[in-house]
């Protein structure tokens, strides 16, 4: 009897440990918004939120607070989606705790649309400044926007620009520079400009002196 009423006990615990942890589906790009529904979830530890992605082309990227539209080092990202039939691709985050973690859609020009993502965003990091960060265009960082080149047949052709977003960009030719050298020619000849702007300065006082 004691022996039952310890197993009893222990299957109790053991269930009360499985049942609190939750799946929480949050869908992406549903009815082809450029959002996360929800665009925040409140979970935690052992949790998994669980990204459904509705249309090809997205993205479920980890970033951070700070610099919303670039993927934080060593964090997660589900690759681009690709939708193909009724089956519906899946990402799962597993929570480790209550901290805020902060995700954005690494497509070109969707983390800057406001397509962004937060579990656990507390009063001091909030979702709306976030969302307001991404949106305001907040310029990358040197590291973000020098992008390297990756497989073009493996990736959207949509995202070809994406420098700057905190991913690779599919490109096989090599970026023009964006200031031009002033040739040779251009040089001397304003240079001749200045000296007879000079001249004729230094002309014109001696004739005064003259008079």
Same mark, same amino acid.
């Given at each position: 009897m004691h022996f039952t009423s310890s197993l009893v006990a222990l299957v109790a615990a *053991? @269930?009360? /440990?499985?049942? /609190?942890? #939750?799946?929480? *589906?949050v869908m992406v790009a549903a009815n082809g918004q450029l959002q996360f529904t929800p665009n925040t979830v409140t979970a935690a530890a052992g949790d998994f939120v669980v990204f459904q992605f509705e249309a090809s082309g997205h993205s479920a990227t980890q970033t951070s607070f700070q610099a919303p539209c670039t993927a934080l080092s060593g964090g997660v990202n589900s690759g681009f989606s690709s939708v193909t039939s009724a089956t519906l691709p899946t990402f799962s985050y597993a929570v480790k705790d209550t901290n805020p973690v902060w995700f954005m859609c690494s497509q070109v020009g969707h983390c800057a649309a406001g397509m962004v993502f937060a579990i656990n965003p507390n009063s001091t990091e909030t979702f709306a400044a976030f969302q307001a960060a991404a949106t305001g265009g907040s310029t990358p960082s040197a590291a973000s926007t020098t992008a390297s080149a990756v497989d073009? @047949?493996?990736?959207? #052709? /949509? /995202? #070809?620009? @994406? %420098? %700057?977003?905190g991913y690779a960009v599919c490109s096989t030719g090599t970026a023009s520079t964006s200031a031009s050298t002033p040739t040779s020619g251009a040089r001397d000849s304003k240079v001749a400009s200045v000296g007879l702007s000079i001249l004729a300065l230094g002309l014109g006082l001696t004739a005064a002196t003259l008079h």
């Open positions: *053991t @269930g009360a /440990s499985f049942v /609190s942890a #939750a799946n929480m *589906t073009c @047949g493996s990736t959207p #052709a /949509s /995202s #070809a620009a @994406g %420098g %700057g977003y």
